[in-house]
């Protein structure tokens, strides 16, 4: 319904400013859940906690030592989200004489460092246990019935039962309601605030990947997914799968691997294909018929990879430049960049306070169980809040070279509608100032020149 009303006309009212946002939102729960998440036992860091339930099964044995399990899984994590970024900074280097070897360690970083310190821990720290993937024995439903019935689950609901007498059908029959026929009554209310997640998660992940600077060709189609994505999930209940949703980060990790940069990291082109995300739906499939291999995996390695996803898209975020901006000498800012060569410091840093207002309004809600319910609410929030509470703060023109896009930018520019510096003139160039440029992890032509990169960033913070 909301594809074919049009609902997503909400969407175009989002600006830079609530697509970062959400964006940050997404990336520090990626890098929060890798490194340590204070709210769950999630993150590499737990490890190091004799209470962590990953030590629970070795408690009778004499020779385990959680500290050594909690160091090597740390290490382990770490050692795979720097490798894998190593292996991508060789696409534009001098090192290898073939351009097809340097494109290939670019192209299959991930899977490389993945497949490396697996083999690690396995071949030479066999005697470490560290926790693996929570992986069935076969392809099959995982909720096991007490009874013939199916209507509790085991072993939570028949603690005296030894086993299981199997598990539930593969298709959910949506009559079935275990005597409980208030239930859909009740499942209505978070059932329409599941529809607004799933909504504005794909919508604002789709206006981050369509944005003008990414120059694609082919156009948009925000009605047309939404109407798959409905169907999909509609499947998907019958059979009591996960829903379909748009996940941010990898979308755009997935946009930077077909992109054509120049030296800058901006966008030339983008090689727009359906094949890459048919073969990569293709190969999750038949990774069920490799069950017993993905149980050799250590989960430490897959939060590594979830480090790597969360730093790698957390580079291309215009408000994390911003933020650390607070740590660098104003000198050394770089001013060719718009809002930077026109704008006074605590004017930038005024609008970067309040977009962290809003950032930290939306991680509350979404981090407090009791009003959780309400995050997507406060996310839509912010598409009201840039459009009439901003305009009260700053002038048009500094929302346009804030919140704007390039060719907005650069029209105002050329009209000369700015109060360059706050004093109608340029910022100019301080004393020892050095153009740093915002490194995009995520970027291969600016991981080119790892040492290069790594220098300036390092002046500018």
Not at 182 to 202: E, K, R, T, Y
């Amino acid at each position: 319904m909301a594809g074919f009303f049009d609902l997503n006309r909400i969407i175009t009212y989002a600006t830079r400013f609530t697509d970062e946002v959400f964006a940050f939102l997404i990336v520090s729960i990626f890098v929060l859940d890798a490194l340590y998440d204070p709210l769950s036992d999630n993150g590499l860091f737990h490890y190091l906690n004799s209470a962590h339930k990953s030590h629970e099964d070795f408690e009778e044995d004499v020779d385990y030592n959680y500290m050594a399990t909690g160091l090597l899984s740390v290490l382990l994590g770490l050692a795979t989200t720097a490798t894998a970024f190593l292996f991508r900074s060789f696409r534009h280097s001098a090192y290898f004489y073939f351009e097809g070897v340097r494109a290939s360690l670019f192209d299959f970083a991930v899977i490389l460092s993945v497949l490396l310190y697996t083999c690690i821990k396995h071949f030479i720290f066999p005697s470490i246990e560290t926790e693996t993937l929570n992986v069935p024995d076969n392809f099959g439903t995982t909720f096991e019935c007490c009874n013939d019935s199916c209507t509790t689950f085991f072993p939570d609901d028949c603690e005296e039962q030894a086993a299981s007498v199997g598990s539930r059908p593969w298709m959910v029959d949506p009559f079935d309601l275990n005597g409980k026929s208030w239930v859909p009554f009740m499942a209505a209310g978070p059932a329409i605030l599941s529809f607004f997640l799933i909504f504005l998660d794909n919508g604002i992940t789709w206006h981050i990947i369509n944005h003008k600077s990414h120059n694609l060709k082919n156009g948009d189609s925000y009605n047309y997914d939404t109407v798959l994505s409905g169907f999909f999930n509609f499947v998907n209940s019958l059979f009591g799968l996960p829903w379909l949703v748009a996940t941010t980060v990898p979308c755009i990790i997935h946009l930077h691997a077909l992109a054509d940069k120049d030296k800058e990291g901006k966008f030339r082109s983008v090689q727009e294909t359906r094949l890459t995300g048919f073969f990569a739906h293709l190969i999750m499939a038949l990774s069920m018929l490799a069950l017993q291999l993905l149980k050799l995996i250590p989960l430490p390695v897959l939060y590594g990879v979830f480090l790597f996803m969360g730093l790698a898209a957390l580079g291309g975020i215009q408000f994390w430049a911003r933020i650390l901006m607070f740590l660098q000498q104003p000198s050394k800012y770089n001013t060719s960049v718009p809002f930077i060569q026109y704008m006074k410091p605590k004017r930038i840093h005024m609008y970067t306070v309040i977009q962290i207002m809003f950032f930290v309004g939306v991680f509350a809600v979404q981090n407090i169980k009791a009003i959780s319910i309400a995050f997507p609410f406060m996310t839509l929030m912010c598409i009201p809040g840039r459009l009439f509470l901003l305009p009260r703060l700053f002038e048009k023109w500094e929302l346009t070279l804030l919140d704007g896009n390039e060719e907005d930018i650069k029209d105002l520019v050329e009209r000369g509608e700015l109060e360059g510096g706050g004093d109608g003139k340029k910022m100019e160039d301080g004393p020892g100032h050095t153009d740093i440029q915002v490194i995009d992890l995520g970027d291969s032509s600016n991981a080119s020149n790892s040492g290069r990169a790594v220098n300036e960033y390092s002046d500018g913070v």
